[in-house]
């Protein structure tokens, strides 16, 4: 098939386009591979929505039609033309006489010529013959050119190429579209994926805490056996470990749907398990308002089609300007007739006339207010074209002011929640040796195993959120696809005249 959509993909990293990473970075340890299910990285994942997703590829079927629709408009200035013939044989009788019968054909092609200025070129030829049952025959033909040039309405090179640049401005609008719709798309595979990653990790650390409340139990069954604590002391031990049973059960049951989600996106069967494999890693960046609002202001599929909207208002206002005016024509014509003793001869070698015109034609339109409606109307558009796009650049300004603090404040909380883990881990380090020796009670050290797990899920999802603010940031920018490396090759030229 001659229409091919190019996506070429080579991943190189996973954080913003914009971002500048440091040295140091912070690492969260995953759980290892689950048996029967397929290992998967994040480019990976990327890679299968841009090859499967349905969503996108219903966009480039659309880009298609777009494709399609420029092809057109760019073929203004083709010359077109027709070829009527035919070929006819008819028979009549009248009344106590003898039948007739009648032969006649009939050519007729015909070229017309839009020309860049505006111009009108028509080619005309009409032969036709006719021969009768007495082999009584005649032809004849009519050859002529003739020219319209506008003058005032409609004419020059640049007010007749303003209907090609408004279409390529419209397929320009629509890349611009589909590049919003991918960047989208993959936004929503990456959020997914790091879903998947944090349930993961969840179920790990319920895994964990489960097998510590396990511990917890033989521990406690070996100091009754030894006389140092009481039975009834177990029944909390025991507690501890049913609920994280049902802890354990529902980290299960949210991995499954998560992974029903990327399923999903990806277009795979639903009963693939994946195993993401990306490391959880916070890299430090460091940002720059200016840069960041320069960056977004050439990259933003959203501003880059609210500049072509404010351009294409433009040019039709001045269409409705060149539409006011009167309209004059300068024309021309030559014609020759011929004639020839054959009947299906399309080329008479006889001429029996010839001619030539040359004239002017004014047509001043009164009193038609339809046409200043349209100037009107034509520069509301312009102007509210240019206020929309001031308003979407001072948008654009604010969310990335409001998408760089949300990055900062993920940062300190993801040192926060691991400082927190940290000292919680040595919190129930502490208070298990001091049940060892009888100087603490059950119900403390499954407190402090409850504040561990809490402060484990807290830095997951703080490390979580942190990357996926990374990424929305990628969004603000309009970066998302030369983060990826993703390029979206322009569809060619379709085949044929």
């Known amino acids: 098939m001659w229409l091919v959509i190019g996506v070429i993909l080579m991943i190189l990293t996973m954080v913003g386009f914009c971002a500048e990473s440091d040295q140091g970075a912070v690492t969260l340890e995953t759980s290892g591979p689950v048996t029967g299910a397929i290992p998967m990285t994040l480019p990976e994942a990327v890679l299968l929505a841009v090859r499967n997703n349905i969503g996108l590829r219903n966009a480039y079927l659309g880009g ?68 009768g049952n ?25 007010i007749n190429r303003i209907s090609v640049e408004l279409a390529r401005s419209r397929y320009e609008s ?23 990653m944090l349930a993961r990790g969840q179920l790990e650390i319920e895994r964990r805490a489960l097998e510590r409340a396990r511990q917890l139990v033989q521990t406690n069954r070996e100091q009754i056996a030894a006389g140092r ?11 501890d470990v049913a609920s994280r049973e049902v802890a354990l059960a529902s980290s299960e049951n949210s991995l499954d749907q998560t992974r029903l989600t990327l399923i999903g996106l990806l277009n795979l069967d639903s009963n693939i398990r994946i195993h993401p494999t990306e490391p959880i890693e916070v890299v430090d960046v460091e940002l720059d308002y200016g840069r960041l609002l320069a960056i977004a202001l050439e990259q933003r599929p959203d501003y880059l089609q609210a500049r072509l909207a404010l351009d294409n208002s433009k040019l039709e206002l001045r269409l409705a300007e060149n ?16 004639r020839s003793e054959r009947w299906i001869d399309p080329l008479p070698r006889q001429p029996i006339g010839e001619g030539w015109s040359v004239g002017i034609d004014l047509i001043v339109p009164l009193f038609d207010r339809s046409q200043r409606e349209r100037r009107v109307s034509a520069e509301v558009q312009r102007r509210q074209a240019e206020n929309s796009l001031t308003e979407l650049r001072e948008r654009i300004g604010r969310e990335i002011l409001n998408a760089m603090r949300d990055i900062e404040i993920q940062r300190r909380q ?59 940031l990628d969004e603000t920018l309009g970066t998302t696809l030369e983060t990826w490396r993703i390029e979206i090759a322009d569809l060619p030229i379709p085949a044929g005249p």
Do not use: C, H
Request: no cysteine; hydrophobic share 35%; glycine share 6%.
């Open 134 to 158: 007495m082999l009584d025959e005649s032809g004849s033909a009519d050859l002529g050119v003739s020219v319209t040039q506008p003058l005032l309405k409609g004419g020059g090179v640049s």
């Open 323 to 338: 539409d006011s005016e009167w309209t004059l024509n300068l024309t021309a014509s030559r014609g020759i007739t011929s």
């Open 229 to 239: 604590m009481a039975r009834q002391d177990l029944i909390q031990a025991e507690a």
């Open 64 to 131: 298609v039609l777009d494709k399609y629709e420029l092809w057109v408009s760019e073929g203004k200035f083709v010359p077109k033309g027709e070829i009527n013939m035919g070929v006819n044989r008819s028979r009549t009788r009248a009344p106590n006489k003898d039948a007739s019968m009648q032969d006649s054909f009939t050519l007729q092609p015909q070229l017309i010529w839009k020309a860049p200025t505006g111009a009108d070129f028509r080619f005309t030829w009409n032969a036709q013959g006719s021969r």
């Open 174 to 196: 629509s890349r611009q579209g589909l590049r919003s719709t991918l960047s989208s798309t993959i936004g929503e595979v990456i959020r997914t994926y790091r879903s998947l």
């Open 414 to 472: 993801v040192d926060l929640s691991r400082r927190s883990r940290e000292l919680q881990e040595q919190q129930l380090a502490v208070e298990r040796e001091k049940l060892n020796l009888g100087r603490s009670t059950n119900f403390q050290v499954v407190q402090f195993q409850n504040d561990l797990v809490n402060a484990q899920n807290a830095e997951l999802n703080s490390i979580v959120s942190y990357l996926n603010a990374l990424t929305s």
